[in-house]
Structures are given as C-alpha cells and as structure tokens.
C-alpha cells in the first residue's frame, strides 16, 4: 500500500475543476472567520442543510466580535433547529476565547486552534488549508470512507488503529499546493460521488484503481460501527398556556441534551409531573389534553416524548422573577433557542 501523492490529488483536483461546489456561500469570501463557522455547522449535517442557517447566522454576527459579544441566548435562537447544540455554544466560548488570547482573531496555528472547545484534528486542518492554503490533511466521514474504499482498509474508521492508518493515507495523499481546493474536493467528491449508499463508481475517476471496486467491496466498506440497539426512554412535556396565550418555558441545565436552550419542562413520570404542577401552576393537572407521541432519536438514545396540555393556565409566585422559568409570548418564541422537536409543537 503506497499511495501515490501526486496521482490520487491531482486527479481528485482535475475533478473538482468541473464537477466540484464552487458557489457555497462560505467560500464567497473565504475568511478564517466563515470556514470556521461552516466547519463547525457541517459537522454531522448535510451542506443543503447548513447553508441556509450559514447565511442567517452570518447576517446575525458577521465578525468574530460580533459573535463574541452576543448573549448566549441570542446564539442560540440562530442556531435552533440544526441540532448538535454543544456546536453552538462551543462557537460562543472560542470566539469570546478569540477575543482574549488572539486579538479577535481565529489563530492561525495548529496546536491553538485544537486548544479552542468544538475544534479537533480534522476540523482544525480544514480552517488551516481553507482559510490560509496551509498544507494539513482532514479526515471527515466523507474522506474516511473515500479512503477506506480506495485502498481496501477493512475496520470501523473510527477505531484508533484503523484511524491512525487512514490519517497516515491522508497525510500522504496531499498535494504541493491548492490545499483549499484540495480539501473541499474531498468533502466534495464523497458528499456527491462516492457516497455511502450507491456510490457512482462507473463515474469515478478513481475507479481504475479503487480496491473496493476491484474486489467487489464497495459496498462493505467502509466497516460499519459495530451493532448495539439505541435504549429508549420516555419523558412527559409539560405544555402549559395562559390566558394570553403564553408558554411557559424552562432553561435547561447547562450540561446534557440541548443545554441552555428553552424547552417545555419535563418530568419522567406522572407522580413527578404532578408535583411540578402543583409547586408551579394553578389548575387541575388532570384536565391536560394528552397530545400525539414526539420521538426523537439522538447520538446515543431514542427518547419519546409524551405532551400533556393546559390552557389558561395562572402561574404560581415562583414563577415571576425567575430567569429559568417564564412566560413567553408567541412573538417571542423566535428569538430563543428551542430544540427542534419543541418548536414543531408550538407551532413555529
């Protein structure tokens, strides 16, 4: 197994000239500032999903200290909907971070930028040749399983053996220059052509030498994850409304699933949800409309949320004055971060 550098890069740049992503909004102009933001949202979504939040998110806060002195809240209600919220508020601390260690400026060196929350190897690489055409390898799903494919590499990618062999492949395979060019090729030839499921191989312009398509493995490799079922769990949602038609609405802790956005709040059972009611609401609990199933599936779990409603509803004194816990009119509701399956509920 010895990769030919020159060979597999130049043909992968030959490729991109013409059948490569030229328009992202990220690249027009690419700065330090917009390859990290676009680095960051594409970590686990799709370009067609994140360009879009791309745009607005730019709009919102067009420079780094910018970014940097909004509250968290408002980082948040741009960010609601594309999921993986640890982005997010890691995007919030490196940028204030930015602003104090590097004159606010992303830095433009390997080991500071890793130092930065939400930043790894790979994403780390992609600013540094994106942004400045320094000569560092990526490897993102996308080139992990290119390479998996093109060199027969058997093994889960993300197992530290068969990572650091496709890291060394990947290191190997770079070219003396165009290293932005480079780097988006390959995130864009495996998003477009050599594609998790039915892959264009009669198409490919490595197919000459690919060994998953000479040995009849293209569609094995790269290994899956070993199998293991997600484990479910069950929370109830509290869907409370007053006379005026405001929701209440809780901050969640800091830490876990969609820390710090606004939610309806939850209990796992009916005797806990009955408790919460009664410290914070006045009614009858048991007058809740009980409304569809809400399942939604996450990294490590599948959790099935079951609404309860009230209307017209009147707020204990606990609730006034209290900065995790408030009525919000509809209006508002755009303006914070909600997790997504909460904002399909309300409506919005």
């Known amino acids: 197994m010895n990769p030919v550098a020159g060979s597999f890069a130049q043909r992968l740049l030959d490729w991109f000239d013409h059948g490569g992503r030229h328009d992202l909004p990220w690249q027009h102009p690419r700065t330090p500032?917009?390859?990290?933001?676009?680095?960051?949202?594409?970590?686990?979504?799709?370009?067609?999903?994140?360009?879009?939040?791309?745009e607005r998110f730019v709009a919102a806060f067009p420079t780094l200290p910018d970014l940097a002195a909004a509250s968290l809240d408002d980082v948040l209600a741009?960010?609601?909907?594309?999921?993986?919220?640890?982005?997010?508020?890691?995007?919030?601390?490196?940028?204030?971070?930015c602003c104090e260690l590097h004159w606010g400026e992303l830095p433009r060196d390997f080991a500071?930028?890793?130092?930065?929350?939400?930043?790894?190897?790979?994403?780390?690489?992609?600013?540094?040749?994106?942004?400045?055409?320094?000569?560092?390898?990526?490897?993102?799903g996308n080139v992990k399983r290119v390479l998996a494919r093109y060199h027969g590499i058997s093994g889960w990618p993300n197992l530290p053996a068969v990572e650091k062999q496709l890291w060394m492949l990947a290191e190997a395979h770079l070219p003396a220059s165009r290293m932005a060019d480079y780097t988006q090729a390959q995130m864009d030839f495996?998003?477009?052509?050599?594609?998790?499921?039915?892959?264009?191989?009669?198409?490919?312009?490595m197919n000459t030498d690919c060994i998953?398509?000479?040995?009849?493995?293209?569609?094995?490799?790269?290994?899956?994850?070993?199998?293991?079922?997600?484990?479910?769990?069950?929370?109830?949602?509290?869907?409370?409304?007053n006379a005026d038609g405001e929701i209440l609405l809780q901050r969640r802790p800091p830490t876990g699933i969609w820390a710090s956005l606004w939610?309806?709040?939850e209990a796992e059972t009916h005797?806990?949800?009955?408790?919460?009611?009664?410290?914070?609401?006045?009614?009858?609990?048991?007058?809740?409309?009980?409304?569809?199933?809400?399942?939604?599936?996450?990294?490590?779990?599948?959790?099935?949320?079951?609404?309860?409603?009230?209307?017209?509803?009147?707020?204990?004194?606990?609730?006034?004055?209290?900065?995790?816990?408030?009525?919000?009119?509809?209006?508002?509701?755009?303006?914070?971060?909600?997790?997504?399956?909460?904002?399909?509920?309300?409506?919005?």
């Open 271 to 348: 005797e806990q949800a009955r408790s919460w009611f009664a410290l914070h609401l006045h009614g009858d609990y048991d007058q809740a409309e009980a409304l569809a199933e809400i399942p939604h599936v996450f990294s490590h779990y599948r959790l099935r949320m079951h609404p309860l409603h009230w209307q017209a509803l009147v707020a204990r004194d606990v609730v006034r004055d209290n900065a995790d816990l408030r009525w919000v009119p509809r209006a508002a509701l755009a303006t914070l971060g909600l997790p997504a399956p909460i904002r399909k509920l309300l409506g919005e």
């Open 78 to 97: 741009q960010w609601s909907g594309l999921g993986y919220y640890a982005r997010a508020r890691n995007l919030h601390t490196s940028a204030r971070l």
């Open 33 to 54: 500032y917009r390859v990290w933001l676009a680095e960051i949202m594409l970590q686990q979504t799709q370009v067609k999903t994140v360009t879009p939040y791309f």
């Open 112 to 140: 500071a930028l890793v130092a930065l929350p939400g930043i790894g190897r790979s994403t780390a690489g992609a600013i540094l040749a994106q942004a400045w055409g320094e000569r560092f390898p990526i490897l993102d």
């Open 190 to 205: 495996g998003a477009t052509l050599c594609t998790r499921q039915n892959p264009a191989c009669m198409l490919c312009v």
């Open 263 to 265: 939610s309806l709040p």
């Open 212 to 241: 998953a398509l000479r040995d009849g493995r293209v569609e094995e490799l790269p290994t899956a994850r070993p199998g293991k079922p997600l484990p479910e769990r069950t929370a109830l949602v509290l869907f409370a409304q």
